[in-house]
């Protein structure tokens, strides 16, 4: 089987779920997971039962299709997991038979295709697809169960940065996607500096080439703040939200991961729907502007972040 993955961490990690579905219900048979690079290294260590093949976001499939297949011969069955056509042309060229989701050339392409449920949670994506192999649909509340080396490794990154995990609370201030979904990051610069006048020990958590917007929240909370980040995969940004008390974030891929590995999150909501994208689990708070409001992440007060942050580690003790 070959299983192609979403291009965005968030996304990734709400479809981690419907993943295990599927190489669950091929115990025995050969997986091939097609990812991009800074996902190899998690889904080797989650599934390491399967092989991970990795290219970049906007890789030819016909590049694609020779890596993962190898030089072999073509799979049994393939499946993506991407609503683009990239995604469908790969396991064309790579498998017999193959599904997906609708539209983006499903016709012309695919073995069989499925609609999505937009009313349903994102996890839930992938259910109709598990069913047309005879699987059942996604388990929402299914963790990873991480090599006790990666959360070794996220300790050993605190630890080097001078911060006591037992009051570590992570900021995310980025997004992939633009800036409709950033908090401003003055705000969270506002907010890591009450954190730390309550003992707290705010920690920014970034990825590559995001240095500025941590100069920038570092400059609001007038203290420069431990950075983690800046040069690590997403095995590595797993393992920092390990040791993490709980994860301040936007609707991004940091907080669906943080959720993910079971960390606790504050997930600051805008123009994006709770409803479909909701960090999973329980145990997470949910912040979103008042209706209405205009500039709807600017909506979301400093005031509301920090008493929900400092409620949920009350609760979390």
Excluded at 300 to 315: H, K, M, N, P
Aim: aromatic content about 4%; glycine content about 12%; some cysteine.
């Amino acid at each position: 089987m070959l299983v192609d993955l979403p291009n965005w961490v968030g996304d990734q990690m709400m479809a981690m779920p419907a993943l295990n579905r599927l190489v669950e219900g091929n115990r025995g048979g050969e997986i091939v997971l097609h990812t991009r690079p800074s996902m190899v290294r998690f889904l080797s260590a989650v599934f390491s039962q399967t092989r991970v093949v990795a290219s970049p976001r906007k890789a030819s499939p016909f590049s694609s299709a020779l890596k993962v297949r190898g030089g072999g011969r073509r799979f049994d069955i393939g499946i993506t997991l991407r609503n683009a056509a990239r995604g469908k042309i790969l396991i064309r060229l790579g498998s017999r038979w193959c599904a997906g989701s609708r539209g983006e050339g499903a016709q012309l392409l695919l073995s069989a295709s499925c609609g999505i449920d937009r009313s349903r949670h994102q996890v839930h994506d992938a259910d109709s697809l598990l069913a047309v192999l005879g699987l059942e649909a996604a388990d929402a509340s299914w963790r990873p169960d991480l090599p006790a080396g990666i959360e070794a490794e996220g300790e050993a990154a605190l630890r080097n940065i001078g911060v006591d995990r037992e009051r570590a609370i992570g900021l995310a201030p980025s997004t992939a996607r633009g800036d409709a979904k950033r908090w401003p990051a003055r705000r969270y610069g506002e907010l890591a500096a009450r954190l730390r006048s309550r003992g707290y020990d705010p920690v920014v958590v970034i990825g590559p080439g995001e240095d500025a917007v941590a100069d920038e929240l570092s400059r609001a909370a007038r203290h420069e703040l431990p950075v983690v980040g800046r040069n690590t995969d997403v095995a590595g940004l797993a393992a920092v939200a390990t040791g993490l008390r709980l994860l301040v974030g936007n609707d991004s891929g940091p907080m669906q991961l943080a959720a993910c590995v079971g960390t606790p999150v504050v997930a600051l909501f805008g123009p994006t729907d709770p409803g479909r994208t909701t960090p999973l689990g329980s145990g997470h708070c949910v912040v979103s502007p008042p209706p209405g409001c205009d500039d709807r992440m600017r909506g979301i007060s400093v005031d509301e972040v920090e008493a929900a942050t400092v409620d949920l580690v009350r609760q979390r003790q």
